[in-house]
Nanobody, 121 residues
Framework: QVQLVESGGGLVQAGGSLRLSCVAS????????IHWFRQAPGKEREFVAA????????YYADSVKGRFTISRDNIKNTGYLQMNGLKPEDTAVYYC??????????????WGRGTQVTVSS
């Protein structure tokens, strides 16, 4: 069983930055690909970014490319999502997910409870 706890969300003005963190309880953290998803009010949850177990390969949704950066620290069992140039349309609950396979769908093995990100215009 893997427990994931997100933090770092909050209220920020458009153009601002936030860094989300995802701490995992996994004994074998490097076995998992870390994903970030988000769900805006009234919308389905969507893929944002993912990073390979080694941290050498990252995947991004087109809507966040060039603005968001995903990373991980395998010593600290923590994944990160650096969000720059935030836009009001980035407002959502952001979820961390861990899975042994890369997935762009809502079928990762483990999920956190989410952290709210609100971007004001």
């Amino acid at each position: 069983q893997v427990q994931l706890v997100e933090s770092g969300g909050g209220l920020v003005q458009a153009g601002g930055s936030l860094r989300l963190s995802c701490v995992a309880s996994a004994r074998f953290f490097t076995s998992y690909i870390i994903h970030w998803f988000r769900q805006a009010p009234g919308k389905e949850r969507e893929f944002v970014a993912a990073i390979s177990w080694s941290g050498t390969t990252a995947y991004y949704a087109d809507s966040v490319k060039g603005r968001f950066t995903i990373s991980r620290d395998n010593i600290k069992n923590t994944g990160y999502l650096q969000m720059n140039g935030l836009k009001p349309e980035d407002t959502a609950v952001y979820y961390c997910a861990a899975s042994v396979k890369l997935s762009y769908e809502n079928d990762s093995d483990y999920w956190g409870r989410g952290t709210q990100v609100t971007v004001s215009s």
